[in-house]
């Protein structure tokens, strides 16, 4: 009886530890848009260059990972920019960038998942998603963005919608580099 019930026990606790270690934080239980692969500083100027980027801008990035785009934003340009990211590491990691570059005051970072978040106050929006994500996102943008407001992706596009600007061109260590931009007419874009 005694064994019966230690082997009981037993079973029990390694079916606990096996469910434990099969569980899932929140963060790995959302859908991810994108692996975090960090946009090149090059691309990352081009990007904002080619957005037109102003002081009076207010720049989101979706996925921003570090924080590169919308720290360089605010110091280059003098922009506001709200980086949205759904780990918390990414998401401490760009505090610690801003508070490092000194643009701590012109930057904040927010750890949700980027389908829900409200993107209304954006005038720039900047992307290095795959193309699915950036379709996910696409009716939401272009439902809640201002007609005028540029959306800017690294590498991918939006499907059929045809980009006002393509800027394609070679990096510095020799990758073909290509950047599109679209303006927000305030049609919904399914």
């Given at each position: 009886?005694?064994?019966?019930?230690?082997?009981?026990?037993?079973?029990?606790?390694?079916?606990?530890?096996?469910?434990?270690?099969?569980?899932?934080?929140?963060?790995?239980?959302?859908?991810?848009?994108?692996?975090?692969?960090?946009?090149?500083?090059?691309?990352?100027?081009?990007?904002?260059?080619?957005?037109?980027?102003?002081?009076?801008?207010?720049?989101?990035?979706?996925?921003?990972?570090?924080?590169?785009?919308?720290?360089?934003?605010?110091?280059?340009?003098?922009?506001r920019?709200?980086?949205?990211?759904?780990?918390?590491?990414?998401?401490?990691?760009s505090?610690?960038?801003?508070?490092?570059?000194?643009?701590?005051?012109?930057?904040?970072f927010?750890?949700?998942?980027?389908?829900?978040?409200?993107?209304?106050?954006?005038?720039?929006?900047?992307?290095?998603?795959?193309?699915?994500?950036?379709?996910k996102?696409?009716?939401?943008?272009?439902?809640q963005?201002?007609?005028?407001?540029?959306?800017?992706?690294?590498?991918?596009?939006?499907?059929?919608?045809e980009?006002?600007?393509?800027?394609?061109?070679?990096?510095?260590?020799?990758?073909?580099r290509?950047?599109?931009?679209?303006?927000?007419?305030?049609?919904?874009?399914?």
């Amino acid at each position: 009886m005694k064994r019966t019930a230690v082997l009981a026990v037993a079973i029990l606790a390694i079916s606990l530890h096996s469910a434990a270690s099969l569980a899932v934080s929140p963060v790995q239980a959302q859908e991810s848009l994108a692996p975090f692969v960090p946009t090149p500083q090059a691309v990352v100027d081009r990007m904002l260059a080619l957005a037109q980027v102003t002081s009076s801008d207010v720049v989101y990035d979706i996925g921003c990972g570090d924080g590169r785009i919308v720290i360089t934003a605010a110091k280059k340009y003098g922009a506001r920019g709200v980086g949205i990211d759904y780990d918390p590491v990414r998401i401490k990691e760009s505090n610690d960038n801003a508070r490092n570059a000194g643009v701590q005051d012109k930057v904040k970072f927010i750890q949700m998942d980027a389908m829900k978040a409200d993107y209304s106050p954006a005038t720039v929006v900047t992307l290095y998603l795959l193309t699915t994500s950036n379709l996910k996102l696409r009716p939401i943008l272009t439902k809640q963005l201002k007609p005028g407001s540029r959306i800017v992706s690294h590498a991918f596009s939006m499907g059929d919608w045809e980009p006002l600007k393509t800027d394609t061109f070679t990096d510095e260590n020799s990758f073909s580099r290509t950047i599109y931009l679209w303006k927000a007419d305030g049609k919904v874009r399914p």
